[in-house]
Structures are given as structure tokens and as C-alpha cells.
């Protein structure tokens, strides 16, 4: 799932280049670290990336192996209730017992073989129970106040030695108190939207629970198969796109379904999905400070403590700071506390209000 504009990361990450397509961890871009998780688990022929016609260019550059026919092009951004449902078409058009998962395109994964062990358990889960909706849940290690949570339930079955749960609740961002509780509990997961179901069966969900987005997703379906210029189909379907309600899949889809329906698998990712500058650098504090050279790119420390420090050309030296984040790019430089970066959603707001939107800064 590739086709989200990252603002959280700003101004690296921008509409124009989100995060999904910078190198943040390694000297691969998140996108192509994703990539290359999964080749260990699906075909590559079974790997396809849904995204925006925006972002089509971009992709390519980055994988140019990668056939068009494994690109699922949204009209235009809607959120993840059509995004996913217009994955289930293409996808069931193509293979009707298809079992999908969609993995976001912008999450840290350390340690890897616990992601393709949980993969591959919903995988096998849903293959043989093909109307249940899965979902892996991240156990959480602290009580963050930025993610949503599920609830398990009874357990379902076992697979490898590992407890499959119905999915009880689905949470949204708790308060910081509620979310301790939810630690202390042991009864609940990050939800990550790691999402694993049958084509067919989510096709059928749509219809019953949001009818409207699924008719238009049909059309959109018939419209991609139609001969004629692609132009006129472009703009054909980006004007049923435009007409579906943007929802989140977990509101739309994962919260109305009855817990019968839905199951969550427990993982011990060791993970994060790089909410923002803060959760980048706490991600690699966990890691001894490991911070790599051409991440944090010119930069000299001392006797600064719990920065992260991003560096495009200009040397920046710091001298006695603590817990604060400068992302330096060639237009933009962002100099915040640490515990106050999540409002960067409020610097670009005001650069839209003061109509900088054409300038390429958002």
C-alpha cells in the first residue's frame, strides 16, 4: 500500500516524494525494504503495489522490473476503505481464490523472520477459512497514544504453535491512561493494518456494509478492462473514484464486522511505522544509537544528548542540546523539541493558509 503523501515526516517526506520512496533506514528506499521482505514469503509475481497515478513514475524508477500489470493505480487519494476495496477487484479479477494481505510500504521491521513467521500463519489462517478477516496484532511494549489497538477474544486455532484470536474490538487512539491500562491488561495489539483476507469474501463485505463504495469499485473495474483512449478512461474513472466516501478500512470495514468474522494474529515485531521524526529516532536509540552516516548525512555533536539530527548538504554542528530534531533539506529546515514535532501538521497548514501549496513545500 504505497499511495499515502507522509506529511508526518515533513519536509523531507512531501506530497510530491513521500516517505515511502526516501531512504530511512538504509541505503534502500521503505518502500523497496518492504519489497524485498516479502520475496521471502510470495512469488514476486504475486507482489503488486497500489498507489496513485501520481506516485506511478516514481515506482518505476524504483522497481523497473515490476510489470504495469502489478501497479493498482487509485484515480486519486481517497483513503484505505477504497483503496483496499479497489485492491480486492483488480486482484479477484485476476484470481478469484486470491487470499491478499496488505502490507503498508512506509513501516521498520527489525526483526524480519518474526514478520514472515505472523505473515505466513494469516496467510494459512485465512486460506482455510476464507469468510474470516485477519489482522496482525503488534504486542505492545509501551503505552503509545498514536496507534489504534484490538482487543482479543477467544482463541480460534493454532497454527505452528501460535494462537490465532477472534478479534474482539477494534480500538482507536486511547489517552495516555487508557492506554496504560491496555498494556497492563495483556489483552490487547497495535494495530498495524496488516489486513489478510479472501478477495472474493472482502468484495462481498463492501456490499454489504458500504454498498455505494462497492458499486463504484465495480465500475471502476469495468472501466480498466474497456478498449479506448486512455485518457478518456483516466478521466472516466477518476470521476467515480471521486464520488466514494473517504474512509479509513478499520471504521468502514474492521470495527462493523461481527468478532466471529474477524481474527487477530499476536506478533513480537519489533516495528515501527515511523509516525513521525520522534518515533524515527527513538526507533534507532532501541538500537544503540546506531544511527547510519548517510542518514544523519554532515553533522557534528558535542555534548548533545537525544537529538536526531538530518543533514542534506550543510554541515550542522550542535553543542549541548537535548531531545531536539533538525531535518535539513535544500528549501527547508525544521528545528523542533522532540515532544513537540507532531505538530509539524500545524506548520503546514499555515504554508497552505499563506497559499504556499504551488511551491512544492508541502
Known sequence: MAGGAGTRLWPLSRQKMPKQFHKLTSQRTMIQETYHRLVNIVPKNNIFISTTEHYKKIIKQQFPFIRNTQLIIEPLPRNTAPAIGLTAGYIQKINPRAIVATIASDHIIKNISEFNLSLKIGLETVSNNKDKLATIGINPTYPDTGLGYIQKGKIFCRIEKRKVFHAKNFKEKPSSETAKKYLKSGDYFWNAGYFIFSASNLLEIYKEFIPDTYKRICEIISWQKKSGKMDNKRKAMKKIFSSIQEEPF????????????????????????????????????????????????????????????????????????????????????????????????????????????????I
Open 250 to 361: 478499520d471504521t468502514a470495514i474492521a470495527e462493523k464486522l461481527n468478532p466471529s468474522q474477524r481474527l487477530v494474529i499476536p506478533s513480537k515485531l519489533i516495528w515501527s511505522d515511523v509516525g513521525n521524526w520522534a518515533a524515527l529516532s527513538d526507533f534507532f536509540q532501541k538500537d544503540n544509537n546506531k544511527i547510519p552516516d548517510h542518514i544523519k548525512g554532515n553533522y557534528i555533536n558535542f555534548q548533545s544528548k537525544n537529538c536526531f539530527i538530518k543533514s542534506n548538504r550543510k554541515l550542522i554542528a550542535t553543542i549541548g542540546l537535548e531531545n531536539i530534531i533538525v531535518i535539513d533539506t535544500d528549501d527547508v529546515i525544521l528545528i523542533a523539541r522532540k515532544d513537540k514535532v507532531h505538530d509539524v501538521k500545524k506548520v503546514i497548514k499555515e504554508l497552505k493558509k499563506r497559499g504556499k501549496s504551488g511551491q512544492s513545500l
